[in-house]
């Protein structure tokens, strides 16, 4: 079975400090990771995801996320936090190999303060 | 450039009542989805549809029924409501055989209440 675990429900960061959000997955076989991000009352919109290939990707408005295999996990990163970026954020994953199924985390409100 | 269209946005049944979400997509994906999204939940996958003609269920599927209408749309039906079900519900769609595009496009979400 599939499942996502992100241990925070917020995490407070000041603007200008780097930021990090945890996710951690535990799936058969290869994972694909997204991470979602929702700004308040609207949908959810992609951020970034891995698929195969370097571990660390980058996305839009400047988050990045490591792959790492060994510690299953798939952290969201940014090097300077905006205020901008406070919202809901959600890790996904889906099994590779012919499941159709994405199953999200419980989702952690960033905020960052000015 | 429409891509997830979901109705209502709002609405509020009586325990009992029965109504139907609408979804539809207009990027011919094959995949559709329906989540529910609960405070500290997150959001929680009630039924999907892998193409057309073909649905399972989530984690969440008691009390839920869907219909892969065709390719564009997938709707969810409350037979009789409850007061559980009250949530924000979202459709999304994805496109799985295109590695280098696979991603859920989300539509703007329904706020049912059931009283």
């Known amino acids: 079975a599939q499942s996502v675990a992100q241990p925070e429900d917020q995490v407070n960061v000041a603007e200008g400090n780097p930021l990090t959000v945890k996710c951690t997955y535990s799936?058969?076989?290869?994972?694909?990771l997204f991470w979602y991000v929702q700004y308040p009352n609207r949908g959810l919109q992609f951020l970034l995801k891995y698929i195969t290939g370097d571990n660390l990707v980058k996305g839009s408005y400047g988050f990045e996320a490591e792959f790492n295999k060994s510690q299953t996990s798939f952290h969201l990163k940014k090097p300077s936090a905006l205020v901008s970026d406070s919202a809901l954020y959600f890790c996904?994953?889906?099994?590779?190999?012919?499941?159709?199924?994405?199953?999200f985390g419980t989702g952690t409100r960033l905020k960052v303060l000015a | 450039n429409a891509g997830v269209t979901q109705t209502p946005k709002f609405q509020v049944l009586k325990t009992g009542q029965s109504m139907t979400l609408q979804c539809a997509q207009d990027m011919n994906h094959n995949s559709m989805y329906w989540y529910r999204q609960d405070p500290g939940m997150g959001l929680r996958l009630i039924y999907y549809s892998a193409s057309e003609g073909t649905t399972d269920k989530g984690e969440v599927p008691n009390g839920y029924n869907v219909s892969r209408l065709n390719k564009r749309e997938f709707s969810l039906r409350l037979e009789s409501a409850a007061p559980s079900q009250t949530s924000v519900y979202f459709c999304?769609?994805?496109?799985?055989?295109?590695?280098?595009?696979?991603?859920?496009?989300f539509g703007s979400g329904t706020q049912l209440s059931v009283l």
């Open positions: 999304a769609s994805s496109e799985l055989n295109r590695v280098a595009g696979e991603k859920l496009f």
């Open positions: 996904a994953v889906r099994a590779g190999g012919g499941t159709y199924k994405y199953i």
């Open positions: 799936v058969s076989g290869n994972p694909y």
